[in-house]
């Protein structure tokens, strides 16, 4: 069974950072590639990073240059660090294979103050 569990979010100030953890349970880590996901009020899931099974990366233009995703396959987690953060990135923020899997963590809240 599929099992994702999001920690490390918080509220930062803009400028401030904070790194994300997803470890994942059921699922052969090693092989999927991973993302990570936000949601924002009244919009809907974005993917905002992605790293594929050999370690390569992809962003979206709104996160380049302050997010880095990384995993590490031994312990099942990918992580996001993000840094000079913005109140744009204000979110609930998930973790999931990327193409997503059905199911869907809770994922964890990060918000950024002006």
């Known amino acids: 069974q599929v099992q994702l569990v999001e920690s490390g979010g918080g509220l930062v100030q803009a400028g401030g950072s904070l790194r994300l953890s997803c470890a994942a349970s059921?699922?052969?880590?090693?092989?999927?590639?991973m993302g990570w996901y936000r949601q924002a009020p009244g919009k809907q899931r974005e993917l905002v990073a992605a790293?594929?099974?050999?370690?390569?990366?992809n962003y979206a233009d709104s996160v380049k240059g302050r997010f880095t995703i990384s995993r590490d396959n031994a312990k099942n987690t990918v992580y996001l660090q993000m840094n000079s953060l913005k109140p744009e990135d204000t979110a609930h923020y998930y973790c999931?294979?990327?193409?997503?899997?059905?199911?869907w963590g809770q994922g964890t809240q990060v918000t950024v103050s002006s």
């Open positions: 059921g699922i052969a880590f090693s092989i999927n590639a």
């Open positions: 999931n294979a990327e193409p997503p899997f059905r199911k």
């Open positions: 790293i594929t099974s050999g370690g390569r990366t």
